[in-house]
């Protein structure tokens, strides 16, 4: 579905990582993981096709062609209302969707009670769900989440695994960073680690070393 080949990148005369290669399959959770400055959110923008790599190629292969990428600017418009926003999204991606469909989204992350609020009103955290329900809107193959649950209370956070896992179930293939790393490592299937410019693990979570584990706790 989505494929690393020999994927590097330089900042001006800095190397970033050099030499990323893997696949990511339907219906996987991986968890990406990495020091700070370790190249994570670059790596997940040349994954979405945003950023070219400066040496080798990312390539999608999935059916539908939807990527949704979920950085750290929530990309809601202030003087719209969560569902203008919504409506604003779908027609932008051309989709058919009707208003009850918008709204059975926003019901989903827990806005269906604030539809009609301006999203300039909604705090950090119903800010990022309202962000997630434009991604959630295009059902997309692959989704690409870095710290997706930055400002999110617990309710919220338990809201953001149970659509992880409905995105696993429906085939979709999920790549995410964390700030809670212990947490997120028993969400997903695989684990990747970035150190010193490399790959340095590719396998189940449960293989990293606890010192691994917590040192990129406390540096994510």
């Given at each position: 579905?989505?494929e690393?080949?020999r994927?590097?990148?330089?900042?001006?005369?800095?190397?970033?990582?050099?030499?990323?290669?893997?696949?990511?399959?339907?219906?996987?959770?991986?968890?990406?993981?990495?020091?700070?400055?370790?190249?994570?959110?670059?790596?997940?923008?040349i994954?979405?096709?945003?950023?070219?790599?400066?040496f080798g190629?990312?390539?999608?292969?999935?059916?539908?062609?939807?990527?949704?990428?979920?950085?750290?600017?929530?990309?809601?418009?202030?003087?719209?209302?969560?569902?203008?926003n919504?409506t604003?999204?779908?027609?932008?991606h051309?989709?058919?969707?009707?208003?009850?469909?918008?709204?059975?989204?926003?019901?989903?992350?827990?806005?269906?009670?604030?539809a009609h609020?301006?999203?300039g009103?909604?705090?950090?955290?119903?800010?990022?769900?309202?962000?997630?329900?434009?991604?959630?809107?295009?059902?997309?193959?692959?989704?690409?989440?870095d710290e997706?649950?930055?400002?999110?209370?617990?309710a919220?956070?338990a809201?953001?695994?149970?659509?992880?896992?409905?995105?696993?179930?429906?085939?979709?293939?999920?790549?995410?960073?964390?700030h809670?790393?212990?947490?997120?490592?028993?969400?997903?299937?695989?684990?990747?680690?970035?150190?010193?410019?490399?790959?340095?693990?590719?396998?189940?979570?449960?293989?990293l070393?606890?010192?691994?584990?917590?040192?990129q706790?406390?540096?994510?």
């Open positions: 579905m989505l690393l080949d994927v590097a990148h330089l900042y001006g005369h800095t190397l970033v990582f050099r030499d990323i290669s893997c696949t990511f399959g339907a219906g996987s959770i991986t968890l990406l993981l990495g020091g700070n400055g370790a190249g994570k959110s670059t790596l997940l923008r994954m979405a096709g945003l950023t070219r790599p400066s190629a990312a390539r999608f292969t999935g059916k539908s062609g939807k990527i949704g990428h979920l950085a750290h600017s929530t990309f809601v418009y202030p003087a719209l209302t969560a569902l203008e919504l604003f999204w779908r027609e932008a051309c989709l058919s969707m009707t208003k009850e469909g918008l709204l059975s989204i926003l019901g989903r992350v827990g806005l269906a009670a604030r609020d301006r999203a009103t909604f705090s950090r955290g119903m800010a990022q769900r309202l962000n997630l329900a434009r991604i959630l809107l295009l059902e997309p193959d692959v989704l690409l989440l997706p649950d930055t400002g999110l209370d617990a919220s956070q809201l953001l695994r149970r659509e992880l896992l409905e995105a696993r179930r429906r085939g979709a293939c999920v790549v995410l960073t964390s809670d790393i212990a947490r997120d490592a028993q969400l997903a299937d695989r684990a990747l680690l970035l150190e010193k410019g490399r790959l340095a693990h590719d396998g189940p979570p449960s293989r070393s606890p010192p691994d584990v917590a040192e706790a406390c540096c994510a």
